[in-house]
């Protein structure tokens, strides 16, 4: 079945470092992919958005890459601050359809 | 402008009572949205309402769930009897229009967290 997935549950990072959270979607006719944040006690809050007819999209501070080929999107959070500690959810939508699919959620650590 | 705005933000029931959660969505939003999210899985889509009338409700796990938007306002999600698999948080969310890749995204509430002991 359809279904959005993250490789790594728990990522930890310097602070000021480069963070990527991978994400990996099953429906090839997914056309629209967006990531969330979502703090403690917090709802999902939107970050960034990408196309199907885009492979790149920069953001303040973020970057998020579609690789259609192997169905495969990451986030790139430039030198990762404190408060990018959160967990993030990838989501994907298909084209006329109402609803995301989303993955289980990487949580980001940033170490001081 | 006031983003989605859910009530309660916790809760806390024993198991076979009832809870009633309410949504107010973005001001003109008539697309509104019910996900929820159980301990250590997925965000997962319960069901969508288009002004008053509910598009989809697929996603609701049984009976015992009842989704209401009266009015096209404020939407209420009532679980009757509440049973200990049902604790988690549930989301809201709203958009002018349904999300599609032109980019109509959707925006989530803070969340009701219910606990059912």
């Known amino acids: 079945g359809e279904s959005v997935g993250l490789h790594l549950p728990t990522l930890s990072v310097q602070e000021g470092d480069n963070s990527i959270i991978n994400c990996a979607y099953s429906?090839?006719?997914?056309?629209?992919f967006i990531w969330y944040k979502q703090e403690s006690g917090k709802g999902p809050q939107f970050i960034i958005d990408?196309?199907?007819?885009?492979d790149k999209r920069q953001g303040q501070r973020v970057t998020v890459l579609l690789n259609k080929t192997v169905k495969h999107l990451s986030l790139q959070i430039a030198a990762t601050q404190p408060g990018d500690s959160a967990v993030y959810f990838c989501a994907e939508n298909k084209g006329g359809a109402y609803k995301y699919i989303f993955g289980t959620g990487t949580r980001l650590k940033v170490l001081a | 402008e006031a983003g989605v705005t859910q009530f309660p933000s916790h809760s806390v029931i024993e198991k076979g009572q009832t809870v009633t959660l309410r949504c107010d969505p973005i001001?003109?939003?008539?697309?509104l949205y019910w996900y929820r999210r159980v301990m250590g899985k997925e965000i997962k889509f319960l069901l969508h309402f288009v002004k008053e009338s509910k598009q989809d409700e697929s996603g609701m796990p049984n009976n015992r769930f009842l989704a209401e938007r009266t009015g096209g306002t404020y939407s209420t999600l009532k679980v009757q009897p509440a049973e200990l698999e049902d604790s988690g948080v549930y989301f809201c969310a709203s958009s002018q229009q349904p999300p599609d890749s032109s980019g109509n995204t959707i925006y989530f509430g803070e969340g009701s967290w219910l606990t059912v002991v």
């Open positions: 990408i196309r199907s007819n885009m």
């Open positions: 429906n090839s006719a997914s056309d629209y």
């Open positions: 001001s003109g939003h008539d697309n």
